[in-house]
């Protein structure tokens, strides 16, 4: 569910980017969201929390959306989709990195790190290695949202695990969605289409309010350095998107990249599990990968 609604994006967004300036569009993608879940918050009652944990959903809030999906906007209108994917695909060696730094230790075994590898050799194959599209400038954005990328799943697996998805997402898309408005207010457009307004539409119900409480629910499960794997899925499903939507040619890359990028989601998403001794007692327990 995750590759499908985080996958869709990187059409749609470039798309809107035709006609909105990219502030306007993280305003468009963030305050539907906000709103959309505000019923769901105060039906919980856990507008408290929300309140409580304001600090951690805003800077949760800027990591993950504020500035990212500013840069990425900006970054799609001089680089490729396909090119944009590659490089998110950098997140799961941020999240390991920043991991560390955060000392959030989950285990990163050799199956993990082949996992990693495996992914990474797909979606190059999947979209190839051709930069002729971009420029240092617009790849360094990129880096950044990768690290933005990485950073929000760990305040959400070690910050904000408690508090429920809705109140995480309802706050963090209407703290951004009110820091954008001074700016949006002298970058509003004349004129939108209605196919702008529909890939807006969509970013916002599925791609952001959707996509986030499921994906807060995925870290809660996995873990943040193996929840953010998801990401090489999402490059083959925007490629794929590419092909059908955009009539972009079916490449041997793309053959040979998916089976890469299925074998390397699978290694790098595995989980130690624990396995009675052969004696079969309970003191002495083995760990495998």
């Not at 507008?47 to 409580?52: I, T």
């Not at 990693?116 to 240092?136: K, M, T, W, Y």
């Not at 040619?249 to 074998?263: D, R, Y």
Request: charged share 10%; with cysteine; glycine share 10%.
């Amino acid at each position: 569910m995750m590759a499908v609604l985080w996958g869709i994006p990187y059409l749609l967004i470039r798309v809107a980017v035709r006609q909105l300036d990219p502030g306007v569009l993280v305003l468009a993608r963030t305050a539907p969201a906000s709103l959309l879940l505000l019923p769901i918050v105060l039906h919980q009652r856990s507008w408290g929390l929300l309140v409580k944990n304001l600090k951690w959903i805003c800077v949760f809030g800027v990591a993950e959306f504020g500035v990212p999906w500013y840069l990425m906007s900006t970054s799609e209108r001089h680089i490729t989709s396909s090119l944009t994917s590659l490089i998110i695909c950098a997140v799961p060696l941020f999240s390991v990195v920043a991991g560390r730094f955060m000392r959030v230790h989950e285990p990163i075994g050799a199956r993990r790190l082949w996992g990693l590898g495996a992914g990474a050799l797909g979606v190059a194959l999947l979209v190839g290695l051709d930069l002729n599209g971009g420029s240092i400038t617009w790849i360094g954005l990129m880096l950044i949202v990768c690290v933005g990328y990485s950073i929000g799943p760990l305040i959400l697996a070690t910050k904000l695990h408690d508090v429920p998805g809705p109140a995480v997402v309802c706050g963090a898309t209407g703290i951004v969605a009110l820091a954008w408005i001074p700016y949006d207010l002298f970058h509003w457009p004349v004129h939108v289409s209605t196919e702008t307004w529909t890939s807006v539409g969509v970013l916002s119900v599925f791609c952001t309010a959707g996509a986030f409480l499921t994906f807060y629910e995925l870290v809660k499960e996995a873990g943040s350095s193996r929840s953010v794997v998801v990401v090489y899925s999402n490059t083959a499903i925007a490629v794929l998107l590419g092909v059908v939507g955009l009539h972009e040619p079916f490449t041997v890359g793309i053959a040979l990249g998916f089976p890469l990028i299925v074998l390397g989601s699978y290694l790098a998403t595995s989980v130690a599990r624990v396995v009675k001794d052969h004696a079969g007692g309970n003191a002495d327990l083995a760990v495998h990968e």
